[in-house]
């Protein structure tokens, strides 16, 4: 089911997972003269207000189908939508990170789709130590800390696979902790603030032929464990950091990350039942 759009002809953004956190808010700071934005999610959405240049698809990317319709006319598509926790069984993942990213990659070479912009995670490679004097670089090799960060992974894959197969441009964030501001230790390293999330995208979105890209999806922190090499060649400047919350974090009673153990994924990588 589709709301019937009132546009013009303009660039045309497909955004997967529209209903989700980073989803609604890329609904609006995306939002510019000239771009129509193609939201998709199976969840409900918010109407669209009369000066919205945008359509509501309710669908999922997994359909096949559903993504064909989507993708028509479509100049990229920010593929934000997924399972986004580590808390479901390994076969959900399966069929709705790793093949749904196929569905995706596989619509957009079809309908002539020039550019896919992925949201990978920093899960993908958090069983990597880091000392914060040797910084990690973007191109890491994976190393999982959960079945959602093999998912990931693995999505990574497809997407270098879709480049060098097929020539489509594919660029994947490995998003540190999306939040409207840092309240754990963990964050004021991997804090990725809705500011520079939008400004992220947009250098994703506008940049010349990236061909395949892994960049870090991080502010500009100043207890960096991550380089932002990838992402400055590629026109991402942050201006956010999380060491403004810091006194704040630090006078909390959450120690989610305090002593993390020296690796990225930090908590997630402790042994569960």
Same mark, same amino acid.
């Given at each position: 089911?589709?709301? *019937? ?13 529209? $209903? ?9 700071? +995306? /939002?510019?003269?000239?771009?129509? +934005? =193609?939201?998709?999610? !199976? ?31 479509? @100049? ?17 993942? &399966?069929? !709705? ?15 002539? !789709?020039?550019?896919?912009?992925? $949201?990978?995670?920093?899960? $993908? ?9 040797? #910084? &990690? ?13 093999? @998912?990931?992974?693995?999505? *990574?894959?497809? %997407?270098? #696979? ?13 998003? %540190?902790?999306? /939040? ?19 400004? +992220?995208?947009?250098?994703?979105? @506008? ?17 960096? /464990? !991550? ?14 950091? $999380?060491? +403004? ?12 990350? =305090? ?15």
């Amino acid at each position: 089911m589709t709301e *019937e759009p009132t546009f013009n002809e303009s660039e045309v953004v497909l955004i997967t997972g529209a $209903a989700g956190t980073i989803g609604s808010m890329m609904r609006r700071s +995306l /939002a510019r003269p000239g771009r129509h +934005l =193609r939201l998709l999610d !199976v969840a409900d959405q918010e109407p669209l207000a009369p000066d919205e240049d945008a359509e509501l698809i309710v669908g999922s990317f997994t359909d096949a189908e559903v993504m064909a319709n989507a993708c028509r006319d479509a @100049s990229a598509i920010l593929h934000f939508g997924g399972l986004s926790t580590k808390d479901f069984e390994w076969r959900e993942f &399966l069929d !709705v990170n790793i093949h749904g990213t196929y569905v995706v990659l596989e619509a957009a070479r079809t309908a002539g !789709v020039s550019r896919v912009v992925y $949201a990978s995670s920093n899960h $993908a490679v958090g069983f990597h130590p880091f000392d914060r004097e040797s #910084l &990690l670089p973007d191109y890491v090799f994976p190393r999982p800390d959960t079945f959602y960060g093999v @998912s990931k992974a693995a999505s *990574e894959s497809l %997407g270098s #696979l879709y480049h060098d197969r097929h020539g489509l441009d594919v660029v994947c964030l490995r998003i %540190g902790s999306y /939040a409207e501001r840092p309240t754990n230790y963990r964050q004021l390293w991997s804090w990725l603030s809705p500011g520079d999330c939008t400004r +992220l995208v947009e250098a994703a979105l @506008s940049g010349s032929r990236p061909g395949f890209r892994i960049v870090w999806g991080v502010s500009a922190n100043s207890r960096a /464990a !991550v380089t932002l090499d990838e992402g400055h060649r590629m026109g991402y400047y942050p201006v956010d950091d $999380a060491e +403004l919350f810091a006194d704040e974090i630090a006078s909390s009673t959450d120690d989610f990350g =305090r002593d993390d153990p020296p690796l990225i994924g930090g908590p997630y990588t402790l042994p569960t039942a």
